[in-house]
């Protein structure tokens, strides 16, 4: 388990990922060399990490179940998690034992995978998919640990808007998959490698965030903090108050996804849990919040294998990155050249 220190640094990042230490250090109450040390530790040992995401606006997504030959669904997910497009992967009880969050840049894109480029393994008996109609929370959430007072002391500025929208561009792709690996990289680093200066890079990474094109967001080994459990749910709500209970639904502090799919079960809700028991809880509590909303199907996680790009041990670490990549859908869409070999075709 994580330590009350660190349990509010990790707090403290998922309000403002890419805060320096010494900003962070009067919130904090700690030097800025001994937040750097702990930080460095966490994100050595798998135990935290940043990242970066798409806003909802710039992606499309889906949600797979997948029914798996007995005793194949961790080598399934496994299969999965390989894929960039693919953000996150589970295996779950239930008739579908493993389900999928799949990313792509646009609805064409996202129809191309589901229909003809998603390699299925071979011990998948049946998947179904459904497309999100709207993203209603979970993409970024925190552990709430530090106070009112720190909280407001660690909170990034909105800042203004930008004065111009611009389309994303490749330039915007490229930083988006550099930052991939490590959302707190250094703009220096991030300059090295898109050959630009670090001032070109500060300036497009404040534009896309101003935009709402990009978040960051800290995760954690949930484990390691008290989040033992966590359960996939399924529920039908009237088209009418389906907005309303999503963003509710997805401002919980339990939230870590909140889709609306068409179809009679509507809203998909990945949930952590402290326990078996906090789940029962949570159903009375959505019940009597929200009594046109029904809870029509409801599975444990057994185990997360991939959290937003990290592939993770049973003890919630990051062990591997499979940096998330939604353009990796394009590429899986396009037809090989006829000029180019195929792999292991021989020819040379």
Same mark, same amino acid.
């Given at each position: 388990?994580?330590?009350?220190?660190?349990?509010?640094?990790?707090?403290? =990042?998922?309000?403002? +990922?890419?805060?320096?230490?010494?900003?962070?250090?009067?919130?904090?109450?700690?030097? +800025?060399?001994?937040?750097?040390?702990?930080?460095?530790?966490?994100?050595?040992?798998?135990?935290?990490?940043?990242?970066?995401?798409?806003?909802?606006?710039?992606?499309?997504?889906?949600?797979?179940?997948?029914?798996?030959?007995?005793?194949?669904?961790?080598?399934?997910?496994?299969?999965?998690?390989?894929? @960039?497009?693919?953000? *996150?992967?589970?295996?779950?009880?239930?008739?579908?034992?493993?389900?999928?969050?799949?990313?792509? +840049? *646009?609805?064409?894109?996202?129809?191309?995978?589901?229909?003809?480029?998603?390699?299925? @393994?071979?011990?998948?008996?049946?998947?179904?998919?459904?497309?999100?109609?709207?993203?209603?929370?979970?993409?970024?959430?925190?552990?709430?640990?530090?106070?009112?007072?720190?909280?407001?002391?660690?909170?990034?500025?909105?800042?203004?808007? @930008?004065?111009?929208?611009?389309?994303?561009?490749?330039?915007?792709?490229?930083?988006?998959?550099?930052?991939?690996?490590?959302?707190?990289?250094?703009?220096?680093?991030?300059?090295?490698?898109?050959?630009?200066?670090?001032?070109?890079?500060?300036?497009? =990474?404040?534009?896309?965030?101003?935009?709402?094109?990009?978040?960051?967001?800290?995760?954690?080994?949930? +484990?390691? *903090?008290?989040?033992?459990?966590?359960?996939?749910?399924? =529920?039908?709500?009237?088209?009418?108050?389906?907005?309303?209970?999503?963003?509710?639904?997805?401002?919980?502090?339990?939230?870590?996804?909140?889709?609306?799919?068409?179809?009679?079960?509507?809203?998909?809700?990945?949930?952590?849990?402290?326990?078996?028991?906090?789940?029962?809880?949570?159903?009375?509590?959505?019940?009597?919040?929200?009594? *046109?909303?029904?809870?029509?199907?409801?599975?444990?996680?057994?185990?997360?294998?991939?959290?937003?790009?990290?592939?993770?041990?049973?003890?919630?670490?990051?062990?591997?990155?499979?940096?998330?990549?939604?353009?990796?859908?394009?590429?899986?869409?396009?037809?090989?050249?006829?000029?180019?070999?195929?792999?292991?075709?021989?020819?040379?």
């Amino acid at each position: 388990m994580l330590d009350e220190t660190d349990l509010a640094l990790v707090d403290a =990042l998922q309000l403002n +990922p890419r805060a320096s230490w010494s900003s962070l250090a009067a919130a904090l109450e700690l030097a +800025p060399i001994t937040l750097a040390r702990r930080w460095e530790r966490l994100a050595g040992n798998g135990a935290a990490w940043v990242t970066v995401a798409l806003s909802d606006r710039r992606m499309r997504g889906a949600v797979l179940e997948l029914s798996c030959r007995p005793g194949t669904a961790r080598s399934v997910a496994l299969a999965l998690a390989e894929l @960039p497009h693919v953000s *996150t992967v589970g295996v779950t009880t239930g008739r579908f034992q493993v389900f999928a969050l799949v990313l792509a +840049p *646009t609805l064409p894109a996202i129809a191309d995978v589901l229909v003809h480029s998603l390699p299925v @393994p071979a011990d998948v008996t049946a998947l179904h998919s459904y497309l999100y109609s709207g993203l209603f929370g979970g993409v970024v959430w925190r552990l709430g640990v530090i106070n009112r007072a720190r909280t407001e002391q660690v909170r990034e500025p909105a800042g203004p808007p @930008p004065a111009q929208i611009r389309p994303f561009g490749e330039g915007d792709r490229r930083l988006f998959l550099a930052l991939g690996h490590d959302g707190r990289r250094s703009y220096n680093d991030l300059a090295d490698e898109l050959g630009t200066s670090p001032q070109a890079v500060r300036r497009r =990474l404040d534009r896309l965030r101003r935009h709402g094109d990009i978040t960051f967001r800290c995760d954690v080994a949930r +484990p390691l *903090t008290g989040w033992g459990s966590m359960a996939f749910l399924w =529920l039908s709500v009237p088209d009418g108050d389906l907005p309303a209970v999503g963003r509710a639904l997805g401002a919980m502090p339990e939230t870590r996804h909140c889709s609306g799919v068409p179809g009679p079960a509507n809203l998909a809700l990945v949930i952590s849990l402290h326990s078996l028991e906090h789940l029962d809880r949570l159903l009375e509590r959505i019940v009597r919040e929200h009594p *046109t909303a029904m809870v029509v199907d409801r599975r444990v996680v057994l185990q997360q294998v991939k959290v937003h790009g990290r592939i993770v041990d049973e003890q919630g670490r990051s062990v591997r990155v499979v940096p998330v990549d939604p353009w990796a859908a394009l590429d899986a869409a396009r037809p090989p050249r006829a000029d180019v070999p195929a792999p292991g075709s021989g020819r040379s």
